[in-house]
């Protein structure tokens, strides 16, 4: 997967926002004000930041050698993904899902009510 479709891959799940909040070169995308992908820019081969559950983050580690504890961030919580590597567009995808799941399902009951995720 370039960067370009993850980028539009990103912008088409709901209530997304796209940000330079830390520098210019690590883009990052937002539901709900919260963060659940970091794509940088500058990093060749190209590399995200996805939250995962725990568990599944060390089996994701422990399997795929494009997957590691993502740097700068809670290593429990997020891993960093090689893009532009060995793994399959529908697999980063998936983890991209997953990682945007969290996020609105940590969301404040107002937030998702405000957004549409769930109603009054």
Known sequence: ???EAL???CLSKNHVTESFPFNDVTLVFKVGGKMFALLSLD???ASCNLKCHPEEA???RAQYTEIIPAYHMNKTHWN???IEGSLTNSFIKNLIDQSYNLV???LPKKTKIALGFIKK
């Open 43 to 45: 990093k060749r081969p």
């Open 7 to 9: 980028r539009e891959y």
């Open 80 to 82: 960093t993904v090689v």
């Open 58 to 60: 060390l089996l994701l």
């Open 104 to 106: 609105v399902k940590g």
């Open 1 to 3: 997967m370039n960067v």
